[in-house]
């Protein structure tokens, strides 16, 4: 047969035979093996330790169940008294299915928190003599905000468990204790300067301590300016309570059983002894704190749902009202008519109003607009003259999963020479813009450490230098200072 071959298949095969000679020599094995070279023993093997999921124990798998009605069994309730059962089992399932409020603490944590509650004293603070207000943005304001930083040594702080909708620094500047509510009603505390030990972790871990003293959102919290210890939260399920700092326990201020009203915001004169209140359903009302808890009077003031509230401190007979009608409305509470009232001045916006705030001297309004704007509505007089000032373009439309934006006026007296206001963005920063001129005075992100959209924020009250705190929709905060 190799008669037939031709010179090239007589060349290949003498070439194959000359390997096989060569690969004898040299104590190659046969090609065969695998990958044609020798086993390679375990030991030289890297000791890596991989993950292995732990086993999931199989349940087994039940037969479909068939209703007794497909299976032609007649019911059981026959009776009058077995439809009565029936129906109060059905009602205690539904009931055990409702979420619970918490209002009290384990005794230790309770114990650990009236502590810090016992620290956070308030004392008076001195206003700067900084000369009249500048229209200019002062390079000390500039150079201060540009050197916050966050100095915990967490990158965040979880505070509560779900998204945050509002948040609260309490007044103490001494004691740095900052508060968030979220969106299924949980109130949590975070004392910011402290840190505790923790036997099942390397590092000291944040003090956070949370209730739950609503089951549904909360809507609005602040502190009652008359006294300092009561931080009051509203909720749409339909309760404005208060948190006794003194006692660490919730009381109930307001509540309407028969009508159930929406609570969407809240604001409270200096005084302290009533609350301003909006709803979704387009109505405004006001509860004298030192009444029964269900007595109050309401307005129909708009169509829509109105989403925020703002009771002029300087001047407590007006309030703002921030509607998603497109308008931010400014409303006399002597003149207030159960029936068709008129606001003494209203601004047109393009999309719906998220939020108005009195600025802390009452001669500036505040509004964040669906529109993509920030408005800043001022009057040199009275508040009948109020006009547009300016407005300053930023993205507000934060989509169903982030909180929606609130400009905040920074209430510190230390800042009442240059007024200032802190947003959110959702490119991740903190935006901190003159209340005078409308120019973005400075932008705060640490790509490390910020990684969520900041879009709860807001000034400390009373610090000596600049203070911010930020939450997101995974119910964690930074803050800085």
């Not at 209703?67 to 026959?78: C, E, F, K």
């Not at 308030?122 to 003599?129: A, C, E, H, Q, S």
């Not at 030990?197 to 919290?221: L, N």
Request: one cysteine or more; glycine letters at 4%.
């Amino acid at each position: 047969m190799s008669q037939h071959l031709s010179e090239y298949e007589k060349k290949r095969l003498d070439n194959i035979e000359k390997n096989k000679e060569l690969l004898k020599q040299l104590n190659v094995p046969a090609v065969g093996s695998k990958h044609g070279l020798p086993p390679t023993k375990s030991a030289d093997k890297k000791s890596t330790v991989q993950h292995k999921p732990k086993a999931v124990k199989k349940e087994k798998v039940l037969p479909v169940r068939y209703s007794a009605r497909l299976r032609n069994i007649p019911a059981d309730a026959t009776t009058e008294a077995d439809l009565k059962r029936t129906a109060d089992e059905l009602l205690q399932l539904s009931e055990a299915k409702k979420p619970k409020r918490i209002s009290k603490l384990e005794d230790q944590d309770q114990a650990d928190f009236l502590k810090i509650l016992g620290d956070a004293k308030v004392d008076n603070v001195m206003i700067p003599n900084d000369g009249p207000p500048s229209d200019k943005v002062p390079k000390k304001l500039q150079e201060e905000a540009s050197n916050l930083d966050i100095r915990h040594i967490w990158a965040t702080v979880k505070v509560t468990p779900e998204r945050i909708n509002f948040s609260a620094f309490h007044p103490s500047a001494s004691k740095l204790l900052a508060c968030a509510g979220d969106v299924s009603g949980n109130l949590g505390f975070w004392d910011v300067n402290g840190e505790k030990e923790d036997p099942d972790e390397e590092t000291p871990q944040p003090i956070v301590y949370t209730y739950r003293p609503h089951t549904r959102t909360i809507t609005s919290m602040m502190y009652n300016p008359s006294n300092l210890s009561q931080l009051y939260t509203s909720s749409y399920d339909g309760t404005v309570q208060y948190f006794d700092m003194e006692k660490a326990e919730f009381v109930t201020a307001f509540e309407d059983s028969e009508s159930d009203i929406p609570f969407t915001a809240f604001d409270m004169p200096k005084d302290g002894h009533s609350i301003w209140f909006s709803t979704s359903d387009g109505t405004i009302g006001h509860h004298d704190l030192r009444s029964p808890a269900s007595e109050h009077s309401m307005y129909t003031i708009r169509e829509k749902k109105v989403g925020c509230i703002s009771v002029n401190y300087e001047k407590p007979t007006y309030i703002a009202c921030a509607s998603n009608d497109r308008t931010a409305s400014i409303w006399d509470i002597r003149h207030l008519k159960k029936k068709a009232p008129e606001p003494i001045k209203q601004f047109e916006h393009g999309f719906s109003v998220s939020s108005c705030y009195w600025s802390p001297k009452g001669d500036k309004l505040l509004t964040t607009s669906y529109d993509n704007r920030l408005r800043v509505i001022s009057t040199s007089g009275k508040v009948e003259d109020l006009e547009e000032e300016f407005a300053v373009e930023h993205n507000n439309r934060t989509g169903k999963w982030v909180t929606l934006f609130r400009a905040r006026w920074n209430y510190n007296p230390r800042a009442l020479s240059h007024s200032q206001f802190v947003i959110g963005s959702m490119n991740h920063p903190v935006e901190v813009y003159s209340g005078e001129t409308g120019e973005r005075i400075c932008e705060l992100y640490d790509p490390e450490k910020v990684t969520a959209v900041p879009a709860v924020s807001l000034f400390h009250p009373t610090t000596p230098s600049m203070t911010i705190l930020c939450g997101n929709g995974s119910g964690r905060m930074v803050c800085w200072t």
